[in-house]
């Protein structure tokens, strides 16, 4: 699984150094705002500011020499390094992780506490910190009836995992963790409904043409079928990963109980509910049922009905 972790308050090259001193691995700077950490234990992580404004972009090489050319890049690099300098103020810093076997998880949260010694500051820290915890992990199959299975299950979960994790009020004010359309969770959760992969890739796509959703499907139906993904959407919205897209955990860095184990446990209840077809058959309809009621109960308690079972 992959780990994708967001925070304020301790600079990247500072955060480097930490990952280097846990892991092992060189420190290499591309801007004053990302470091790679190279040949860790695990593989290569990232460390950088989440603008693309604060870094080059592909084609803009360094230029050299003392000409218009390398004057013009030079104040480019400085201009980028500015605006790092003041976005870092109020756009997070991100961790990137290589993928790590779900048995090493918990190695990861040395890190975790690494970070809390520096001061990192987490969601739960100030109400404007939209911070996330994004979880990639790889799917067991390519089948579609258990790729399904998965996104049936969490959107039948959704309203639960959102009221346990008290998803924090900025990432619900500007809208990172929407949950997915009535109209389409009415759709997949019809009993009947266990379509192959292009029907389930153009059905998504349909009601879904964005990255905002609380579990991002889009990596994997690129990595799936890319030209179907590339008919549809921007080119450049999203690349290849044989992995769900889990954007819902806040990252709590600053407080002692959270942890990346925690956050694990409740994607595991997504996954085992999605190994019970009985289950399924059960919540779906009486998900829709509820969904149009004129008096909806509230469903996050009713399907802790079927977790408990």
């Not at 100030?126 to 959107?155: C, E, S, Y």
């Not at 499907?217 to 919205?237: G, Q, T």
């Amino acid at each position: 699984m992959g780990v994708e972790l967001e925070f304020a308050a301790v600079a990247a090259g500072r955060v480097a150094s930490r990952i280097s001193g846990l892991f092992g691995g060189s420190i290499d700077c591309d801007d004053p705002h990302r470091y790679r950490i190279e040949g860790t234990r695990f593989g290569r992580f990232v460390v950088e500011l989440d603008s693309q404004f604060a870094h080059r972009q592909p084609g803009d090489n360094p230029v050299h020499g003392t000409g218009l050319a390398a004057m013009m890049g030079s104040f480019g690099d400085s201009m980028r390094a500015l605006y790092g300098d003041i976005g870092s103020l109020v756009i997070p810093y991100e961790v990137v992780c290589p993928p790590i076997e779900i048995d090493r998880l918990t190695e990861l949260e040395q890190l975790l506490a690494a970070l809390r010694e520096e001061g990192a500051r987490g969601a739960s820290d100030h109400v404007m910190h939209a911070f996330g915890a994004q979880f990639n992990p790889d799917i067991a199959t390519r089948d579609p009836h258990w790729i399904m299975a998965v996104l049936k299950a969490n959107i039948l979960l959704s309203s639960w995992l959102r009221g346990v994790m008290s998803i924090a009020f900025a990432r619900r004010l500007l809208s990172f963790v929407d949950p997915f359309p009535l109209a389409y969770a009415r759709k997949i959760l019809d009993p009947d409904y266990w379509p192959d992969t292009a029907t389930m890739i153009d059905d998504y796509i349909d009601h879904n043409p964005t990255r905002n959703r609380e579990l991002d499907m889009l990596p994997l139906f690129m990595w799936l079928d890319e030209n179907r993904v590339r008919a549809r959407l921007e080119p450049n919205l999203v690349r290849p990963r044989p992995t769900f897209h889990c954007r819902l955990p806040n990252a709590n860095i600053s407080e002692p109980m959270w942890s990346l184990t925690l956050e694990w446990n409740r994607w595991m209840v997504v996954e085992r509910l999605a190994d019970r077809p009985d289950l399924l058959a059960e919540m779906g309809p009486a998900y829709i049922a509820n969904s149009q009621s004129i008096l909806p109960a509230d469903w996050a308690l009713m399907s802790t009905e079927w977790l408990i079972v």
